[in-house]
Every structure is written in structure tokens, then in C-alpha cells.
């Protein structure tokens, strides 16, 4: 069975940092994407990040660009999305998810873990 856990969420301060976690168990496929998306309250989700298990490609929505950072770790089956100079706009809800094409998009993903709350004080 395959299950996602995000984590590492919390409260931060207007320009600070927080990783997030995503573990990975139960894949049997060696090709896939993991994607980190967000959900802000009244707001629709968005796809900002991505990773290719394969390739190791990344790809990231212009709102994180710059800031973010996603990255993977085999041999622990974790995704990390590394968050810096964060922004009041980045509180959200973030979710890790796992499909087979490198989006942005919910639609493409099959696997979905809890969220997460990221909370950017100003």
C-alpha cells in the first residue's frame, strides 16, 4: 500500500525557514514524480514543486521559485521541500503527492499524504 506522511510544518516568522518531510513507503514502481502542492483557506491548490524519481528533475511554480527547494533522499524514501524567506502568502496547508508525470497539476496525482500547516507570521 502506498503511503505519503508530510511533515514539519509550523509557525515561522516573515522571512525564516522550514523543511518539510515527505515519506514514502509501499512504491513498487521505480518511475514516478512527487509533488508538493498547497491549499491557503478560500483558496484553490496549487502545485509548487516536483521531482522526478528518475531523473532527479525538478520543477517549480514561479510563487516558490528562488525560494524553494526540493530534494530527495533514496535511501530514507523522504522528498524535502526546504522553504526559505518565507512570506505571509505562503501559509497554507502543504500536502505531498505521488503520480507519474512531472506537474503542477492535482489531476496527474494518484497518492496523496496529510498536510501539513505552515503558518508565516508577519
Known amino acids: 500500500e502506498v503511503q505519503l506522511q508530510a511533515s514539519g510544518g509550523g509557525l515561522v516568522q516573515v522571512g525564516g525557514s522550514l523543511r518539510l518531510s515527505c515519506a514514502a513507503s509501499g512504491f513498487t514502481a521505480d518511475d514516478y514524480v512527487i509533488g508538493w502542492f498547497r491549499q491557503a483557506p478560500g483558496t484553490e491548490r496549487e502545485g509548487i514543486a516536483c521531482?522526478?524519481?528518475?531523473?532527479?528533475?525538478?520543477y517549480y511554480a514561479d510563487s516558490v521559485k528562488g525560494r524553494f527547494t526540493i530534494s530527495g533522499d533514496n535511501v530514507k524514501d523522504t522528498v524535502y521541500l526546504q522553504m526559505n524567506s518565507l512570506k505571509p502568502e505562503d501559509t497554507a496547508v502543504y500536502y505531498c503527492a505521488r503520480g507519474r508525470a512531472a506537474t503542477m497539476w492535482g489531476r496527474d496525482y494518484e497518492y496523496w499524504g496529510q498536510g501539513t500547516l505552515v503558518t508565516v507570521s508577519s
Open positions: 521531482i522526478s524519481s528518475s531523473t532527479g528533475s525538478t
